[in-house]
């Protein structure tokens, strides 16, 4: 599957954003799906997660309450709905994607996904 996120930008403190992830190829409800980041300096982080069917989602504590993932698998899209943005979610963002035959899994890990797209960077001024 490839992958192709969109929907980054330069905003203030405070704004919103979503970003879009969207998969090439028929099987994309085969997959769970996952944002991730990556500041300057810094190593990726998890940021979010979503099962194949969208049913089960799971947060990091630093963006739980103002970030929320969600899927299309009709449009083979995922997204990340970004509100009350800081400056400390300055970073570059990723999606990707694991192939889960389960179907009720949820993935944290870098090392869990097989599939990356390429990053769409996000900057928050103060």
């Known amino acids: 599957v490839q992958l192709q996120a969109s929907g980054g930008g330069l905003v203030q403190a405070g704004d919103s954003l979503r970003l879009s992830c969207a998969a090439s190829?028929?099987?994309?409800?085969?997959?769970?799906m996952g944002w991730f980041r990556q500041a300057p300096g810094k190593e990726r982080e998890f940021v979010a997660a979503?099962?194949?069917?969208?049913?089960?989602?799971y947060s990091a504590d630093s963006v739980m309450g103002r970030f929320t993932i969600s899927r299309s698998n009709a449009k083979n899209t995922v997204y990340l709905q970004m509100n009350s943005l800081k400056p400390e979610d300055t970073a570059v963002y990723y999606c990707?994607?694991?192939?889960?035959?389960?179907?009720?899994?949820?993935?944290?890990?870098?090392?869990?996904?097989?599939?990356w797209g390429q990053g769409t960077q996000v900057t928050v001024s103060s």
């Open positions: 190829g028929r099987t994309f409800s085969s997959y769970a």
């Open positions: 990707a994607a694991r192939n889960d035959p389960t179907g009720s899994h949820y993935y944290t890990v870098n090392g869990d996904y097989d599939y």
């Open positions: 979503i099962s194949r069917s969208g049913g089960i989602t």
